[in-house]
């Protein structure tokens, strides 16, 4: 398999990465600023490089394209990668509008390549761990999950100026619902607080901060709801993420804060002749999962991200080899973008529910 990394500023990561895999034979890579290509392909010993993505997509030896650009540009390019014969991955979000999802699942389909959004929060080292004990059943029925995100984004590259928050809430929506397989079916959200001017240009986004609750569907979650806040602008915090699953048996808080391990609080069978059932709290060392991936990729599993990184690009890689949709495929990245931007709607609606379309 040959691959292409475009967008050099983040992808640079994931370079080394794809040249460690087993079953990844070349590694490309490709970028608008000349600088930056040399640097990051004289780093890593990158012979194919591109000054341009139409350029990648021409080359009939590439088979896989990585996306690792600008959001308002993910859908017209996953589509180009797609339209092309070529699997494509792609950073968060999977786009910005409705219509624009609805494009990028048809290209996928009409395509039979593989899509998957590259979602870092369903691959750190805190989600596996959560993800075990859900699946073994330590968590019991869940009854409430809740995710943050909070970051200040004032210096970043100008296309994230005012950037509504809820079109980038991946990171603590995706967990909510990759750990559940659930998908979130209405939306009520309110904004809060106040932007300077500046901010408001480019996408008339008065809110620095948002907080939804959501209603979920899926398999045990009928009445079941999650919260979700996310900030990127104007409100002074440590930049963190958060994910907290409340079950009927034990329940599991993180918040991603130096110095602030998870917590597992375990309730447990009221004793004979009590007057209450007592409740015990661990802070667990949560492992990173070199076990998961091959020997190659195993010093990588403590990198960036939560660890999250090479499992990425073992999902993606090994999705495309065993001719299957990767756990975060065109339905789900859609499904998951969509919600963030209908809370956004629902918003500047003054918290009107919004029912999100399905992509399924």
């Known amino acids: 398999m040959r691959i292409a990394v475009v967008g050099l500023r983040f992808g640079a990561a994931f370079v080394p990465i794809y040249q460690a895999h087993p079953e990844v034979t070349e590694v490309a890579v490709c970028d608008l600023k000349p600088d930056l290509l040399a640097t990051v392909g004289d780093k ?13 997509l021409a080359d009939p030896t590439c088979d896989a394209v990585h996306l690792a650009t600008p959001v308002h540009l993910h859908v017209e390019q996953a589509v180009a990668v797609l339209g092309a014969g070529k699997h ?13 999802l609805r494009q990028l699942v048809s290209a996928q389909r ?7 959004m590259m979602e870092t929060a369903v691959y ?7 993800q075990d004990l859900y699946q073994r059943g330590a968590l019991g029925r869940i009854q409430f999950l809740r995710g943050a995100h909070y970051q200040d984004m004032d210096g970043w590259p100008p296309y994230w100026a005012g950037l509504p ?6 990171h603590a929506l995706g967990p909510i619902l990759h750990l559940t397989g659930a998908r979130a079916t209405t939306v009520t959200c309110h904004g809060s607080g106040h932007m300077r001017p500046e901010l408001h240009k480019q996408y ?4 620095p901060i948002e907080s939804a609750t959501f209603r979920l569907e899926g398999p045990d979650l009928t009445g079941i709801a999650a919260e979700v806040t996310r900030s990127l602008f104007e409100t002074a915090v440590t930049s963190k993420e ?11 808080l993180w918040q991603q804060v130096p110095g602030d391990e998870p917590a597992l609080i375990t309730l447990h069978t009221m004793e004979p002749g009590a007057h209450r059932r007592t409740v015990s709290v661990e802070r667990p060392e949560i492992p990173y999962r070199p076990d998961l991936l091959p020997t190659a990729l195993a010093p990588f599993a403590t990198g960036g991200h ?42 500047l609606q003054n918290g009107a529910p919004i029912t999100i379309p399905a992509f399924d």
């Open 204 to 207: 008339g986004n008065p809110f």
């Open 110 to 116: 009409a395509s039979n390549r593989n899509y998957m």
């Open 124 to 130: 750190t080292r805190e989600f596996l761990f959560v």
């Open 306 to 347: 939560g660890g999250s990184h090479p499992h990425l690009v073992h999902e993606l890689v090994r999705s495309i080899v065993e001719q299957r949709a990767p756990a975060v495929d065109v339905t789900r990245a859609a499904n998951w973008t969509a919600a963030g931007l209908c809370a956004h709607e629902s918003a």
């Open 165 to 170: 928050p809820m079109h980038y809430a991946t």
């Open 242 to 252: 958060s994910f907290d699953v409340y079950g009927d048996r034990a329940t599991f």
């Open 44 to 56: 890593h010993g990158v012979a194919r490089r591109f000054a341009a993505l139409d350029d990648v």
């Open 88 to 100: 494509c991955a792609s950073a968060v979000p999977a786009g910005t509008d409705i219509d624009g």
